[in-house]
């Protein structure tokens, strides 16, 4: 079951050839495990672009262009929804009818700007760690960003019926544990590297921002829904991210 949902969490979370099964993609929405297990895999496959012996600005665009390449653009969707849904004036079905528009608006722009501004900076921080740590805070950032999302099917409350629903559906508050069990090795990895402490961090900062989100979306939007769950992915590890680098630095 819990490889069979692996597969699923790689094919949907990442741009890897592993295909997209009905089954492979059911046994994912029930498992909020796989989240933070696929991390390893998308964190794994980004630390080469901050391991690269190249000039700190190469390893900020290598970084940018690795999250592209890797975990494709179904999270930064969400968002740009989020985005202009944030901006908009009015109730929470206003404000989710301005989630399914497909003109692209100035909340839009601004989201994905700020997103991908964060990540470059997060590049040139990460550039001036030793190597270890910088593969360290990305690997356990990706595994934080995962978390973040599991945090959110098994806590929060769907806003409609749709695809988010689909997953908030199958589980509830009892189920977190797992998840974050899968996700405590990520710590491990920054004591064998110098600093538990960074990627404690790292990890803790992503379900804060889960959380804020959950609060958020519950008060402006009625609840969670798809778009709120890919753009929390995006907001959890770029927040993750400078936190571990701020950890490594200060202590």
Known sequence: MIGTAFRGALG?????????????????????????????????????????????PTVTFSLVVAVVLVTGVNHADGLADLG???????????????????????????ALGVDLVGIALAGLALAALPIAGAVVVVLA??????????????????????????????ADGRDLWLPVVVALPAVA??????????TGTALVGAVVV????????????GGVGGDVLGATNDLARLAALHLGVIAWTLW
């Not at 004036?89 to 100035?106: P, Y």
């Not at 945090?151 to 997953?167: A, D, Q, V």
């Not at 990895?189 to 960074?198: C, F, I």
């Open 141 to 170: 950032s990706e595994v934080g960003a995962k978390l973040a999302m599991a945090t959110l099917i098994c806590r929060g409350t769907p806003s409609h019926e749709g695809f988010g629903s689909s997953f908030l559906n199958e």
């Open 12 to 56: 949907f979370l990442t741009r890897l050839p592993v295909g997209h099964g009905e089954e492979a993609f059911d046994a994912f929405r029930a498992t909020p495990a796989a989240f933070p297990l696929a991390g390893y895999v998308v964190g794994l496959l980004l630390a080469p672009a901050v391991a690269l012996p190249v000039p700190a």
């Open 189 to 198: 990895l920054g004591w064998l590297a110098g600093s538990p402490l960074a």
């Open 84 to 110: 202009d849904a944030a901006v908009v004036h009015g109730d929470a079905e206003r404000r989710r009818a301005a989630m399914t528009d497909t003109t692209v608006g100035v909340g839009a722009l601004l």
């Open 210 to 221: 889960a959380l804020a989100v959950e609060r958020w979306a519950a008060v402006t939007l």
